[in-house]
């Protein structure tokens, strides 16, 4: 019998721990694919964040090491400076890349540095308890915006791709989500994508990936899903921010 | 050369392989020396980071894969790293960080100044760990106690940090180099290079499990006493008939030599210690000393920070009295004399 479907030989055999309803699952399962498909598993160094994902190691089968909040960028600049043959890629959610790790990530897309970041925005602080993010929508209520975030008091939702867009060093930048199985393959070509630009020097790559928090969120799953739609896609549109490896789209 | 063009030099030489900085006085000749001299080097790298922050940490991601690596810094942009060396201390990452003191606290000045001490001897970071620091006060000594900062921090697996000033960094003299530079610099073998075939590794400390992390504070406290039993120097000057022996370190210990040698023209019986690891301290070598001494002056370009150490090895015994100059005065030797004539006829000492 022809096997179909299976588990990335790269995705550990532990039961996850996160939340039901979860984006991160999805996103884990789909990166070790792409890094199974592209056989890159043996050379890849990962960089989790503190923050839900800080036990991406016990899921993983790749090497990896933690990093200070907000400080990937700048680990996976040391790591790729030091050892040019290795694949590395932070993942880090809103709060790591959008706050307290602007300045490294900034800098590291503007140096052009061949890293690539899996940038999960689910619009709050996930493991600290659902605090405001950057990217928290007007008027969201958070454990810290309790009346609904304000724009005069705590200003606008960042939009971290458009900026980084901007950097001449990102070679491919894109927004997706992972709210339907057709933007699931969506988000794990792009990942590939990224790694791709990484892999043929091209400079900086980073994958922004618009996630479910069913429980910071309080909603349920389905409602989550719906959520991404109808009100963080208004927010932080999906597409190709800025694509400079000149392939060709599939679809 | 000058003393940070030294560091550089003696850093290449070591087989560093990877610099990262941020522009601050009076470490700025280091930073492009390094630009300059190991930017361009085949397998090596130099990154002008955005921020001290985020040399630290690359400097965490370069040692991580095996790779000989430093930054360096002065005083304020020493207060930042402090995340960074926490981190690279937790994981037991080897790494080289130079300071180059000025004037605090805030952004104080950029004259030659020891108020770092606390910082560096205590670790500045969070949480339970030491770093060795090593003292030099000469520009020959910021070349040797590079290249061994380099040796023992592969050796122990800890961060070293070199404790120089705005005065050491910026001052010319001549020096030799007691090392050629390996043609390709060593690449530790315990390196994270991705899996190749074998089961993936984890570089972390985070864990939900305070006995696994008690564990892991244990481990690093074992190896604390080994570097304290086996790593500590200090130099003696002028000891054996000291009536009063003065305790300094780095640049404040070369200007007391001065005051010291023309205490000795006067008939004054007066030695020296000067420590060369700061931590960890020689505390044993005060401790012999009492035998002989019952006076100590402790003379510090802070507000008594060393001094600390030196009543901690006391423990209650002897008499220490403490002179300092903070904000990166620079005393004379002449003052520093006056101080110890004075202190010496006060305890009518003979």
Not at chain 2, 85 to 108: D, F, H, K, Q, T
Request: proline letters at 6%; one cysteine or more; a neutral charge.
């Amino acid at each position: 019998m022809r096997k179909v479907f299976t588990r990335p030989k790269s995705l550990k055999r532990t039961p996850y721990h996160y939340c039901p309803g979860c984006g991160h699952s999805v996103i884990h399962r789909i990166l070790m694919e792409v890094i199974d498909e592209m056989k890159i598993r043996d050379r890849t160094i990962g960089i989790p964040p503190p923050g839900c994902s800080v036990f991406a190691h016990h899921y993983f089968d790749v090497d990896m090491v933690e990093s200070a909040h907000g400080r990937g960028a700048a680990v996976g600049t040391g790591i790729k400076r030091a050892f040019p043959d290795a694949i590395v890629f932070t993942y880090q959610g809103d709060g790591d890349l959008a706050a307290i790790g602007t300045a490294e990530t900034i800098h590291a897309a503007n140096r052009g540095e061949r890293i690539t970041a899996i940038f999960v925005n689910n619009a709050v602080y996930g493991m600290t308890g659902g605090q405001m993010a950057p990217t928290t929508l007007l008027n969201q209520r958070t454990t810290t915006t309790p009346y609904g975030r304000d724009l005069k008091i705590e200003g606008h939702p960042i939009k971290m791709s458009e900026i980084l867009g901007l950097m001449d060093g990102a070679a491919y930048v894109e927004r997706t989500a992972v709210n339907s199985p057709a933007n699931i393959r969506k988000t794990k070509k792009a990942i590939r994508k990224a790694f791709q630009a990484q892999i043929d020097d091209l400079g900086f790559s980073v994958v922004e990936i618009l996630s479910p928090c069913p429980t910071n969120w309080r909603m349920g799953p389905l409602e989550s899903w719906q959520w991404i739609d109808e009100e963080m896609t208004k927010v932080f549109p999906l597409g190709v921010v800025k694509d400079v490896t000149g392939a060709r789209d599939a679809d | 050369m000058t003393g940070n063009a030294a560091v550089g030099e003696a850093a290449i030489r070591a087989g560093c392989q990877c610099y990262f900085g941020y522009p601050i006085t009076p470490q700025n000749e280091l930073t492009e020396y390094m630009a300059t001299h190991l930017g361009r080097k085949e397998g090596c790298s130099f990154v002008q980071a955005e921020s001290e922050i985020s040399a630290i940490n690359m400097v965490y991601g370069a040692s991580l894969t095996g790779a000989r690596a430093m930054t360096s810094s002065s005083s304020p942009g020493i207060s930042l790293k402090q995340e960074g060396i926490s981190y690279l201390a937790a994981c037991e990452l080897p790494a080289v960080i130079v300071n180059m003191s000025r004037g605090g606290p805030g952004l104080g000045s950029i004259s030659a100044a020891q108020s770092d001490y606390f910082q560096s001897t205590r670790g500045g970071g969070h949480g339970d760990y030491r770093t060795i620091v090593l003292a030099p006060s000469s520009v020959q000594e910021l070349a040797d106690f590079t290249h061994r900062a380099f040796d023992l921090s592969d050796k122990y697996r800890i961060p070293v940090i070199v404790l120089g000033d705005g005065m050491l960094g910026q001052m010319m003299e001549p020096l030799e180099f007691k090392h050629k530079a390996p043609d390709v610099p060593p690449i530790r073998e315990d390196a994270l290079r991705g899996a190749n075939g074998g089961p993936s590794r984890v570089i972390k400390t985070f864990t939900s499990n305070p006995s696994e992390l008690e564990e892991i504070n244990w481990s690093l406290f074992r190896r604390y006493k080994l570097i304290k039993r086996d790593e500590t120097t200090c130099e003696t000057f002028l000891v054996e008939d000291a009536q009063l022996v003065v305790v300094a370190f780095g640049i404040a210990a070369r200007i007391a030599k001065g005051a010291i040698k023309n205490a000795r023209a006067e008939g004054l019986k007066v030695g020296m210690l000067r420590p060369t690891t700061l931590w960890p301290f020689p505390s044993e070598k005060v401790q012999e000393l009492a035998k002989s001494t019952k006076h100590f002056l402790v003379f510090e370009m802070n507000m008594g920070q060393m001094l600390e150490d030196v009543q901690l090895a006391l423990g209650g015994t002897g008499e220490v009295q403490f002179y300092g100059r903070p904000g990166g005065v620079i005393p004379t030797p002449s003052e520093v004399l006056r101080v110890i004539s004075r202190l010496y006829y006060q305890k009518g000492l003979k």
